[in-house]
């Protein structure tokens, strides 16, 4: 404590701001890049105070219907029959100068500074991001209810004071973009806001994408359904006002523009000019200060935003023209690429969609009213179009892994998940062959190459993810019973197209046909050769082929297999009636088996060599997997229904039988990997059939 100090102390009208360098000593076991001896650290530890304003705001009530962040009071002066939560949401106060006009400019516009550190080219795609909420803003009655700014280069007065709300372009290295914001805790007014750019934004091309880690593969897809099912599915979140606000649009969008990047340059005659970069970056960026102007408003994600059109439409000039390629700026908008042969349309959505108009009409349109209470009727009105297909509305929590609806998802595009990830499957085999030739200049070393292929690959393996989301999904809305066009808030994915998904996945994913590029190419997937500090250190030069493709695999493996996706699709059987079709665990399990283990079925007669093998590499690796899992659940070692266990244990018992058959048969001489893999694969199954016959059912 005595080597802390204060580092910075400012004080302006309405707020103090208070930076301690705070200095830790530690053990010095971790090196730490940016200290010269990491047995003592100094972190900046920030504290801003500020004044609460006294004025006539009224609060405004939120509605579980439209995202908008809240503050949460309990109020226990209330006589009511539930819980006695008051919930506002937050957002500016905007008055119209003239209150009985149907279109007034607000008494104090909402003005934003464009910080002077922000580089002169991408001032104005930044501009146009901020001031594209001003169209939303006069449907709900306001004109030019935001104004933007050019901070000039002498000015003085600080963005850390709270009267000026700023976008800022900062190089801290850590590649973020978001929207923090001050709000009265008792009233939902949002105080300030600046939102901050680091620069690492344009550098899309990163070394991190030169191995994907099976964590990386997690992160990519949501996160750890493990987490979910250990706290028997009830979600942690962070309490507060401010719970999930927490904005990565900027990670996956780099990733996003390196893939365009890629595309664009494969397509054409090689490396992308500078102007195009230029010009898709900026696109990008404007996307990226809509979304990220959107939350300092006050919205939260929405995630079935991408859901509006199909991908058909999305690239349909005319049709993307009237309302936009999204419901919403505020989902995580993928790079929308369309394969050689296929129409392609903006590769960013440049406009806000109906969502975001009728959101901002719920949260700022002026009501006459006595109180919070009395806006009710006319703000009902409102959300109660919340039914619309084009007003849909999913956020954080119902993008989390584990939760149910398969159209609420980061980084897809169109209203079919099947259709996005058939694209994509579609668009990573045109590319891959070219890779090489597009992507390294005479510069370049060949890690451009390695970090083309990661991308692809991710983005490959990301859709079917994705789509894997269909099996044992349920199509969820808020929409509440009076509401026009409500459904019931629950409705199970259609069987077919459940079955759909496991043929593209099997297709896709567990064949090992879209896996198999050319030697060639896996031999110039060389690392990045630098080694000093902030490079991350390459455990292997030369590419992880089987590690890398089996994560992606398993990845998938997981989430069908995983305890709530058996248990969603037991109880699912219940929500379909009777004498109606449905998708049931035992369906799941059946097929699963028979197209991972197919060469059990499939082999011919003949005589394989190890070279020439009955089961490949990539496939025994992805048998290893699968048949583990299946033990896993057989041996009543996971939280899956005990209908799902016994029916494990039946599988395995075929599959051990199937095996001794093609052991046995005299006309199929197999090749020693095979041969190898399977004995052991029968030994492991018949150690869970044993160990499972002394268990007790549960
Ligand atoms: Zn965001």
New binding site residues.
């Given amino acids: 404590a005595n080597r802390s100090s204060w580092a910075s102390i400012k004080g302006f009208a309405d707020n103090v701001e208070i930076e301690v360098a705070a200095t830790y000593g530690s053990a010095g076991t971790t090196t730490i890049d940016t200290v010269p001896d990491s047995r003592g650290v100094t972190i900046n530890v920030h504290y801003s105070i500020s004044l609460l304003p006294q004025n006539s705001y009224r609060p405004r009530l939120a509605d579980d219907r439209v995202g908008y962040f809240v503050t949460a009071l309990k109020d226990f002066s209330q006589k009511v029959d539930e819980d006695r939560f008051v919930r506002y949401v937050n957002r500016w106060n905007l008055e119209k100068a003239d209150g009985s006009a149907p279109l007034s400019p607000p008494r104090k516009p909402i003005v934003f500074w464009i910080e002077k550190t922000v580089p002169f080219k991408y001032r104005q795609p930044i501009r146009e991001g901020i001031e594209s909420w001003n169209s939303a803003f006069e449907k709900a009655g306001f004109s030019t209810a935001i104004e933007v700014r050019q901070q000039p280069d002498q000015t003085d007065w600080d963005p850390e004071d709270i009267n000026y709300n700023t976008f800022r372009w900062i190089t801290a290295g850590a590649g973020f973009a978001m929207g923090p914001s001050r709000v009265n805790p008792r009233t939902g007014q949002i105080l300030d806001a600046d939102i901050i750019f680091d620069a690492d934004f344009l550098q899309f091309w990163r070394t991190e994408y030169e191995t994907f880690t099976p964590q990386a593969v997690v992160a990519l897809t949501g996160g750890d359904p493990a987490r979910a099912t250990d706290s028997h599915g009830v979600f942690e979140f962070s309490t507060g006002s401010r719970a999930c606000n927490h904005?990565s649009?900027v990670h996956g969008h780099a990733r996003e523009t390196a893939i365009a990047v890629t595309s664009i340059a494969a397509m054409g005659d090689g490396p992308l000019s500078e102007v195009q970069k230029e010009k898709l970056v900026a696109q990008g960026l404007k996307l990226v200060t809509m979304?990220?102007v959107g939350?300092t408003l006050g919205l939260r994600?929405n995630f079935k935003g991408s859901t509006m059109l199909s991908l058909a439409d999305v690239n349909d000039v005319n049709k993307a023209s009237q309302n936009g390629a999204s419901m919403s700026v505020?989902d995580y908008m993928p790079a929308n690429i369309m394969p050689k042969g296929k129409t392609q349309g903006d590769y960013y959505t440049a406009k806000l969609g109906p969502y975001d108009y009728w959101a901002i009409e719920y949260g700022y349109r002026q009501i006459p009213a006595a109180s919070p209470e009395s806006e009710r009727v006319e703000l009902d009105k409102i959300a109660s179009r919340s039914g619309e297909p084009m007003l849909a509305y999913a956020t954080d929590e119902d993008t989390v892994a584990g939760a149910p609806d398969p159209l609420s998802n980061r980084f897809d595009l169109g209203n079919d998940p099947l259709e996005f990830a058939r694209t994509r499957a579609e668009l990573v085999e045109q590319l891959m062959p070219l890779i090489v030739e597009r992507m390294v200049s005479k510069e370049t070393g060949y890690e451009r190459v390695r970090q083309a292929f990661g991308v692809l690959l991710s983005a490959y393996g990301q859709s079917m993810y994705t789509a894997s989301r269909l099996v044992g999904g349920l199509y969820t809305t808020r929409a509440h019973k009076a509401d026009a066009n409500a459904q019931a808030p629950f409705r199970v994915v259609e069987p077919q197209r459940q079955r759909d998904t496991l043929t593209l996945l099997e297709m896709q994913m567990f064949s090992e046909k879209p896996f198999l590029f050319s030697p060639e190419l896996y031999n110039q997937l060389a690392a990045t050769k630098w080694l000093h500090w902030g490079m991350p250190s390459i455990n292997r030069d030369d590419y992880p082929v089987h590690e890398v493709i089996l994560s992606w695999q398993d990845r998938v493996l997981s989430r069908l297999l995983d305890p709530l996706t058996l248990e969603r699709i037991r109880d699912n059987e219940l929500k379909v009636p009777a004498d109606q079709d449905a998708f049931t665990s035992a369906e799941l399990l059946d097929r699963l088996t028979k197209s991972v283990l197919s060469e059990l079925e499939t082999v011919q007669p003949g005589e394989y060599t190890v070279r020439k093998p009955a089961v490949s590499s990539l496939r025994r690796n992805l048998q290893r997997k699968y048949v583990a899992r299946l033990g896993s659940l057989a041996m009543g070692s996971t939280a899956a229904p005990a209908d799902c266990q016994s029916i494990a244990s039946v599988q395995l018992r075929n599959v051990n039988a199937r095996i001794a058959v093609l052991l046995a048969n005299e006309q199929v001489k197999l090749d020693d990997y095979s041969r190898a893999h399977l004995l052991e694969t029968q030994g492991r199954i018949q150690k869970v059939i044993d160990a499972s016959l002394e268990l007790p059912r549960l």
């Fill in positions: 904005c649009l979304h990220e939350h994600h505020m």
